[in-house]
């Protein structure tokens, strides 16, 4: 089985800022929610755990699978999607013409993104040969597999085992520390 996370709440998250690449920590609220997902999902087994290196995703992997004898991977491959020099932009929704905004209102037109963001021909290159090279091949060997990561690095990895079209990439997503089965 293929299992994917989103990590827990962050104070980035709260104040509507872009994390991307930024090494922002779990709030108090989101390490209650990992405690509270490590309870729910308590029964459903897993074999390794890969996670995103960012501070967020590995503390919300290291709650969640606290006291079970469960490997934690981390992987650069499942950073987050880089915003570039939008990250720690607030509201950008408030922003009129905020370049960063097609991205999240027209994915299918994101094509030449702005201010040294990443595009989505990059994050899913980089998930897709994850997916190819490590967490498909243990799938395959009868594995079960947790990733923890991210709003937009999830949504790439649930398009493509689902065969998601860009323009519906953010239907894709994932609440914060809700465990989705893809495989």
Not at 25 to 30: C, F, K, R, V, Y
Request: net charge negative; glycine share 8%; hydrophobic share 40%.
């Amino acid at each position: 089985m293929l299992y994917i996370m989103r990590h827990g709440e962050t104070d980035w998250n709260v104040r509507r800022k872009l994390q991307g690449h930024t090494n922002v920590p779990l709030n108090d609220n989101g390490r209650k929610m990992a405690q509270k997902a490590a309870e729910e999902y308590k029964d459903v087994h897993f074999d390794v755990c890969y996670c995103s290196p960012l501070i967020r995703a590995k503390e919300t992997a290291e709650i969640f699978l606290k006291g079970r004898d469960i490997p934690i991977i981390t992987d650069d491959r499942l950073q987050e999607m880089s915003f570039g020099e939008f990250e720690g932009l607030a509201y950008s929704f408030e922003i009129p013409n905020c370049p960063i905004n097609t991205l999240f209102l027209k994915p299918e037109d994101y094509t030449d993104p702005p201010g040294g963001a990443e595009s989505f021909d990059e994050l899913f290159a980089r998930t897709g040969e994850f997916l190819r090279e490590t967490a498909m091949p243990l799938v395959d060997a009868g594995k079960d597999v947790l990733i923890v990561g991210h709003g937009a690095m999830n949504s790439s990895i649930v398009c493509q085992v689902r065969n998601i079209p860009v323009k519906d990439f953010w239907k894709a997503g994932i609440d914060n520390c809700k465990l989705m089965k893809l495989i």
